[in-house]
């Protein structure tokens, strides 16, 4: 395509977003508005889990006991018996594992019964499919309600199951807030879990309605100030919660709502006209509901008798010439019909605005699946490919439009459709512009610079997108393309261009979420900006030759210090590129949290967050468990699933500068700034890195041969680790010599006959006892009498060449790091063909220098990590641990140590952030200073602040149980992972003697 046509289209969409284009003029009252002017003032519903959305296990337990011939009773009274110690209870809080509460429970059941009760079958009776399906009753009044903009949570009492991952067999994406027990540590009654789920939602009690089938929870939730509805028959709750929200929770139509007072037309006049219209035979009561997404068109749903239909009419009120021309829709609708495109059969126009107030037309209601989600989520690669190959088949018809055989030739202006595109946007941009732009003002004069050459002329639909196409429910196939208010003739390209933007934008944009009469419109102009820095992020990858047409941008005003300096001391200024280059202009500041990324990478982080929450701490427990068992040498394939989901979900490949791979071929294309927000977040768990392919070593080779690998390099090696199907290790350190010093080793590599030939010991070889370890990136001695830092080279050696071998894994205090180990390895004449080395004889310390920075952030960040999840861990105990007659939270001591460890990690982080930044704008050597010193700080930080969990945790602290033990061996050892602290005190003292 070119990115040209993007950037053009990428400028288009700062426009809209900007309400500028002529025809964005009408914005209906929000849904809040709307809502509170309205009969309901709730805005949350909460549901219960057993018993409302799912049946109810207290009848499930009745059968099961008629199955099992139990005393009838048994289970019910060891649910409810045993006071706040009860099994059951602990469970649902997460205390118990399914093992321990089975034993615990068989023993409370059998002591009820007076014989063996096999609670094991009950639990699987609770888990099962059938106990598992969500009533529909409530799965179309939870549609309704969300359809009409109210929140929804489940607050569910529930438990973890063997695998470890939580027992919450409904589709999450239902819910805004999803609360659950045993995550949580608290269970319902307990007023703390009502609390914690309000203040997710952001509502106060009296804007929710809670729904339970258990008389104890609903009299706790009340006694907050919550609405409350007993659920003992689904029918007759929903009935009850349709009369406090005060519209109908059945006969859900996807994508409507109630219509809105402002948007009321009158039905007896349109009734008769649907009479005349589809004949006097249709009769029947007439059902009118409001789409809720896309349009600024108003477009209702119509039910009229059989007839399925929907209206499209012009806004009301003064309007521009051409805007909301419903006519030209009715037009080309029908041209395209006939000419084989898919899109709803139009039936009538009606010009008449004394109908209903405004011309509208009607057409024909297409049922269907719209895609929301340009990721579209729970579908697996195959199905994302055939739904976007359906995608550009039906584009390809559009394209294909005999204009003349259509009767379309006047539809539009006939050539330079990009050029009079520009120009308009420019002037509407103009005509309403609040403050600057930067980014806005490159494009304003790179655009007109760089227009396309030739263009053709076709239909063009102009707001291409996944949520504007009606899918077949069973299968890829495009059933209809709907919203054609911007379409004309003009350059097909802008088409393909505009629908590829999505890919680039964050899911929350509201472009992503439906146009002009959207409730999310008004805050279109405050996304105009970023819109703007991504199109000038893509007008960089044109490369520098364009910045040298473009005017100079005005210098960096601020230098990257921390400090002031007047008189004799200098002051630093870390940007050593000339001030007129602005393609670094928009990462020129310090991103102090995630909510002050760039859109796609704030996306990638909130995404990442989501899939943190729902798959990677739920398993953390199962994989602490496999790396002390028999089995721990062998990858548990819980790793590989969620490998693959992460990978479907867009969160692969993470930690590639952009500045490394600039045409975004093998990462994500974030600054180091950007990823080191996203890596922090991976840190919080030890298991992440590896499930988004973002762990050590792999990161650092992946980028050796990024930087430095040839082709053949890289299609051999490369490509299979960046698509996680093998993994690696990085042979340096050795245990003869100190290898804190990389001149210092003593491995040789000799020429000898085309080959390189290795001898050499090595340890601390992380990775190395992995079996999916197919490569090592080796670093010996080629030339011993050369200049000292030209001695040594890396070479590419396959893990099953004959003289490796592998001789114990080392373990960290105790810890053996199972699956990849850190490994012993002797390598003895060990032959590798010539082509393998890297860059060639004598490059290998200039490799090793380049490899460590974006490393020594990636540690650092995930430092951050450990200390952010030990600090969460600490507090959530203290606030729930009694000592000496009151919480811990409330000693003294224990408050000290909270406020320090806060402290201590914010000013760690804003280092790491700073030497992130500084890398990006001013080069890995320029930020020379702040690497060394992050290297210092971070890790001594990490272990002070898990040091004083695991303190407040007693012993458990130093179990299995918890990650805090893990979490303080690796960061002691990273005070000795890319070099001991002492290297990098007296670097950063030399650094300092030198100013």
Known sequence: ???????????????????????????????????????????????????????????????????????????????????????????????????????????????????????????????????????????????????????????????????????????????????????????????RIYTLCLERLGVQPKESIFLDDIGQNLKAAAQLGINTVKVDDPEAAVKELETSLGFPLRGFVPQTCLVRPTMEIPKGPLQKYLEEVLGGQTTGPLILRQFSHGQSNPTYYIKFGDRNLVLRKKPPGSLLPSAHAVEREFRVLKALTEAGVPVPKVLALCE??????????????????????????????????????????????????????????????????????????????????????????????????????????????????????????????????????????????????????????????????????????????????????????FATKEGFRVFKECPAAKPLARPYSTWTRNGAFSRRNYVTMAPSTPAHTSKAHLILSPDGLPGRAQDLYHKLRRFMDMHVYPAEQVLRDHQVSQSRWTPHPLIEELKDKAKSEGLWNLFLPVENDPEVKYGAGLTNQEFAHLCELMGTSLFAPEIFNCSAPDTGNMEVLVRYGTEEQKERWLQPLLDGKIRSCFAMTEPQVASSDAT????????????????????????????????????????????????????????????????????????????????????????????????????????????????????????????ERALALMKERVTSRVAFGKPLAEQGTILEDIAKSRAEIEQARLLVLKAALLMDTAGNKAAALEIAMIKMVAPLMALRVIDRAIQAFGAAGLSNDYPLAQFFAWARALRLADGPDEVHRTAVAKLELKR
């Open 744 to 867: 210092n080793i003593e491995s040789s590599v000799i020429e000898e006959k085309g080959f390189y030939v290795l001898n050499g010991h090595k340890w601390w070889i992380s990775g190395a006892l992995d079996p999916r370890c197919q490569l090592c990136v080796f670093m010996g001695k080629t030339d011993p009498e050369a200049q000292r830092h030209k001695q040594q080279s890396m070479l590419l050696v396959p893990m099953d060449t004959p003289g490796i071998t592998v001789t114990r894994p080392l373990s960290v205090f105790g810890e053996e790091d199972p699956p990849a180990g850190h490994g012993e390895i002797f390598f003895e004449n060990v032959r590798v063909p010539k082509e393998y080395i890297l860059l060639g004889p004598g490059r290998g310390f200039e490799i090793a220098q380049g490899r460590l920075g974006p490393g020594r952030i990636h540690h650092c960040m995930r430092l951050m990590g450990y200390s």
């Open 352 to 537: 008449d605005s004394s109908i209903i107030g405004t011309p509208f037309y009607l057409m024909e209601y297409c049922t269907g699946h719209i895609y929301k989600d340009p990721s579209l989520p729970g579908l697996d690669p195959g199905q994302r490919k055939a739904i976007y190959m359906a995608m550009n088949k039906v584009l390809c018809k559009i394209h294909r439009v005999d204009l003349k055989a259509a009767g379309l030739e006047d539809y539009g202006k006939h050539g330079n459709y990009v050029q009079r595109q520009v120009q308009t946007w420019t002037k509407q941009y103009r005509a309403t512009e609040t403050h600057a732009i930067p980014a806005m003002e490159r494009l304003i004069e790179w655009l007109p610079l760089h227009l396309p050459g030739n263009q053709k002329t076709t239909v063009v639909h102009g707001d291409f997108r996944l949520d504007n196409l009606i899918f077949h429910p069973e299968g890829p196939e495009v059933l209809a393309v709907l919203d054609w208010e911007l379409s004309t003739l003009g350059d097909p390209i802008s088409d393909v261009a505009y629908n590829c933007m999505a890919h680039y934008l964050p899911s929350h944009f509201d472009i992503l979420k439906g146009q002009a009469s959207s409730a999310a419109a008004e805050s279109g102009g405050k996304q105009a900006e970023s819109m703007a820095n991504l199109a000038w992020d």
């Open 1 to 191: 395509m070119g990115l040209r046509r993007f950037i053009q289209a990428s400028y288009f969409q700062c426009a809209r977003t900007s309400g500028i284009l002529k025809h964005v003029r009408y914005k209906p009252p929000s849904l809040v508005q709307w809502r509170h002017s309205g009969s309901s003032l709730y805005k949350a519903v909460i549901f219960d889990m057993g018993g409302v959305l799912l049946p109810s296990p207290y009848r499930m337990a009745v059968e099961w006991e008629v199955r099992n011939r139990i005393p009838p009773g048994t289970i019910k009274q060891a649910l409810i018996s045993g006071g706040e110690n009860r099994p059951w209870l602990r469970y649902m809080r997460g205390e118990l594992t399914s093992v321990e509460f089975l034993q615990e429970f068989g023993q409370q059941c059998s002591e009820i019964a007076n014989f063996s009760v096999p609670v094991d079958s009950f639990l699987s009776d609770l888990t099962s499919s059938q106990m598992s399906k969500q009533l529909p009753i409530m799965t179309e009044a939870l549609e309704c309600i969300r359809a009409e903009g109210l929140k929804t949570a489940v607050l569910s009492n529930n438990f973890y199951l063997h695998s470890g991952v939580s027992f919450l067999p409904l589709d999450r994406n239902q819910f805004d807030v999803v609360i659950e027990s045993c995550r949580e540590g608290i269970c319902k009654p307990d007023p």
